[in-house]
């Protein structure tokens, strides 16, 4: 046999260039049967009711659709075990189940091999011969090998290429909701795409790249101008972020550098923009690893103007809703369409925190981010967009399109209820009141949260001021993005956490290498601490754009020692001291830190006297104690923030806070998650902060509450042990109650 490896990777890698889908499995079984020198190779798929469908054969002269019922057959018994099948002889196998359509009986041998994913078997690769011979040892272990990788492209590649109805395909959540209407999709100008090539003339590849810096400018202004009022008030600070971009001279002095090297303009282009964009998507922090793509959409809009003109896209039909498709739909995108005929977003790529999910959420248009190239799908085609499932339904049946529609009249139903309760307190039925604030970090996120109801910023992450730039941002410059959060929320709690920077958020200009565990490593306080000069720019900074107001809450990430506490009241001290030296007026700031690493809870007693308050980072706090990483898909089915175990801590941090009469707080996912709320209700949390999009509902589950429900919930939940029981004791309890 030949090199398993390379064998290996030219089935894989070759499958990935074959079209259509059913062109691919063909190949795979055509190419395996070669590799191994064996007369028939099967793949079998098992659909939802046990049953196995051969997909795809080699060698096996098959008339029509071939079907093993559910346990029957060797192929059964591989699902069954688990465990490859390799026998000499099926006619002495007592389990073997000849399928007549398929003129099986002339074949000797069989091996099976199981394909499974995320634990659970999904389908059975087949060799077999016409003689009666086992299969080698080294063979069977190729087939073992080659299931792993065919798992993984199996539900994309062994689809009915006549694309079934109510195909769904899964996505990461955008924006919750669901709608129906026409796919349109939204090209692109291709910078990927572009070959690199020698520029003939630099000086002319440089004067006409500040030509398209102009051009974009204004194209920019003029779309930014046309906004409808509806839009304008969501969007326009995105614009604003685009200009700043365009005017940073960072992004100019790298692409005349490019240039200067001997790029002609379009790889230069490309080049800078790619080096600026994986800035931000190598970033650790989703949030801050989304404004890559904002990267990418200037980036496109450059290339377009070099090539003659803004890109234009006739709609599907001007009367009817549309869903906007695209590789990363830009909000120039979104502008376009009217937001009353905007019936959904469909990204290949992106995730929940992209600028284009923050507007989808903030107009409440539904939204599914990285969903991958979709296949079999053409403009006018109708699509469904659900973005509370995270997934698109392609070919929806009549029967399924009648169920949306109702589920749909039943979600607007609730909005208009929803936005009844913008000025009514977040107050339990038996009179607790509960405070909701905001997360952000852009300033397009303000009118969103205020929209909401919510009553200050629950967490501002600054990093976004030094990530887009060529340099550490001064502090004027500092105080002049802050000042707009103070002035957007007067009178309201601000809470402000310094940089979070280090570990795998890396800063093009101060680079931090050689760290094998970014997670654990030199990021948040740790960092500034180190570099002390930066931390005192950014205190001075922020308490001059807290000026006439007692709001200013300053909050330390990544905190877990005393001497870093008392470090930074040291640095406090001494700003406050400096400002009012410089005549500056203003409230000393609170102080406190996030929760996230586990072993805070249990100093706290410590540092009662040092803080004023705590929050706690639910995400980072969840994945420290379970030791998964939520952005890696292999484990990523393991979290829940119900999970016992932290269930259990969040009631001892609560506890522990409490009797240091510390107020605490609770940002993150958890927070937004109205299971999750209602055990932290019962837990006393009496502040929560999220996302502005959730904020609504889960006010209206907090005013159907009465907090000794709660309690008693709490109290049988703390006795499961499984997150999925948990979980599914609280929603069952909610709908008892008539809570949604």
Not at 301 to 313: C, D, E, S, V, Y
Not at 383 to 404: F, H, K, M, R, T
Not at 690 to 714: D, H, W
Request: proline content about 4%; some cysteine; hydrophobic content about 45%.
């Amino acid at each position: 046999m030949k090199n398993v490896l390379q064998e290996l990777t030219r089935i894989v890698q070759g499958a990935a260039l074959v079209e259509p889908p059913h062109a691919q499995v063909e190949f795979i079984v055509s190419s395996i049967s070669q590799a191994i020198g064996i007369d028939v190779c099967s793949l079998y798929r098992i659909e939802s009711n046990g049953d196995l469908l051969l997909v795809a054969s080699y060698g096996l002269g098959n008339q029509g659709e071939v079907v093993v019922p559910a346990g029957k057959g060797l192929v059964g018994a591989v699902v069954k075990d688990r465990h490859p099948v390799n026998v000499a002889n099926v006619s002495n196998q007592a389990a073997f189940y000849p399928v007549e359509a398929s003129n099986e009986q002339r074949l000797k041998s069989f091996c099976g091999v199981p394909m499974v994913k995320h634990g659970e078997v999904i389908g059975v690769l087949v060799v077999q011969s016409t003689k009666a011979r086992r299969l080698s040892k080294d063979k069977e272990a190729f087939l073992a090998t080659l299931a792993l990788q065919l798992a993984l492209l199996l539900p994309a590649i062994a689809d009915n290429p006549d694309l079934p109805s109510n195909r769904p395909i899964k996505g990461v959540r955008g924006a919750v909701g669901a709608g129906i209407g026409q796919a349109r999709f939204m090209t692109t100008a291709g910078l990927a795409n572009v070959v690199d090539a020698p520029s003939v003339d630099i000086a002319a590849d440089i004067a006409r790249w500040h030509e398209l810096l102009n051009q974009v400018k204004a194209e920019i202004a003029a779309e930014q101008a046309h906004l409808s009022k509806e839009l304008a008030e969501q969007v326009s600070s995105i614009f604003d972020a685009y200009q700043m971009l365009l005017a940073d001279p960072a992004l100019s002095q790298h692409v005349e550098a490019e240039i200067k090297a001997g790029h002609w303009l379009p790889s230069a282009l490309k080049i800078s923009i790619h080096f600026f964009a994986d800035i931000f998507r190598n970033m650790e922090d989703p949030y801050l690893k989304a404004r890559y793509e904002d990267i990418l959409h200037l980036g496109e809009k450059l290339l377009q103007a070099w090539r003659g003109g803004t890109k234009q896209n006739d709609l599907v039909d001007q009367n009817e809703p549309i869903v906007l498709i695209g590789t990363q739909v830009s909000i120039s995108d979104i502008a376009q369409i009217p937001v009353s005929q905007l019936a959904g977003i469909v990204c290949f790529e992106g995730g929940g925190l992209s600028h284009t999910a923050v507007v989808a959420n903030a107009l409440g248009i539904p939204a599914v981010m990285g969903v991958g190239a979709l296949k079999g799908v053409s403009n006018g085609d109708t699509l469904i967009v659900d973005g509370n499932e995270a997934q698109v339904i392609i070919s929806p049946s009549a029967l399924l399109l009648n169920e949306y529609q109702k589920s749909i009249a039943r979600e607007l139903k609730l909005n208009d209820e929803l936005q009844t309760l913008k000025d009514k307190p977040a107050e339990t039925r038996d009179g607790q009141r509960v405070r909701l604030l905001a997360n952000t970090g852009l300033l397009s996120d303000i009118t969103p949260g205020l929209k909401s109801g919510a009553e200050g910023i629950g967490l501002y992450r600054t990093e976004l001021t030094f990530m887009a730039r060529d340099s550490f941002p001064s502090e004027d410059e500092q105080v002049q993005v802050y000042r707009q959060v103070f002035e957007a929320y007067p009178g309201k709690p601000i809470y402000m956490r310094t940089l979070d920077i280090g570990g795998d958020k890396q800063l093009a200009y101060y680079p931090i290498q050689n760290e094998e565990n970014p997670a654990l490593g030199w990021r948040g306080l740790r960092f500034c601490i180190d570099n002390i000069q930066l931390l005192m720019t950014q205190v001075r900074a922020m308490i001059r754009a807290s000026v006439g107001s007692e709001s200013l809450h300053i909050l330390l990430p990544m905190v877990s020692a005393t001497s870093q506490i008392d470090t930074f009241h040291a640095l406090l001290n001494d700003a406050c001291q400096q400002l009012r030296t410089e005549g500056y007026e203003f409230a000393r700031p609170k102080i406190g830190i996030m929760v996230e690493v586990p072993a805070v809870i249990s100093q706290l007693p410590f540092w009662q006297h040092k803080l004023d308050f705590v929050s706690v980072g639910s995400n980072d706090l969840s994945q420290y104690l379970l030791a998964i990483d939520r952005n890696n898909v292999r484990v990523a089915g393991l979290f829940d923030h119900l999970h016992p175990a932290i269930l259990h801590e969040l009631q001892r941090a609560v506890s522990r806070a409490m009797n240091c009469k510390l107020p605490l707080s609770v940002c993150g996912e958890m927070a937004s998650d109205p299971a999750s709320v209602v055990l932290l209700l019962a837990m006393g949390v009496r502040t929560l902060s999220m996302s502005a999009a959730r904020l609504p509902r889960i006010k209206r589950v907090i005013r159907s509450l009465e907090i000794t429900q709660a309690k008693q919930l709490l109290d049988e939940a703390m006795q499961l042990d499984d997150a999925k029981a948990i979980r599914q004791l609280v929603l069952g309890r909610m709908a008892a109650a008539g809570i949604e």
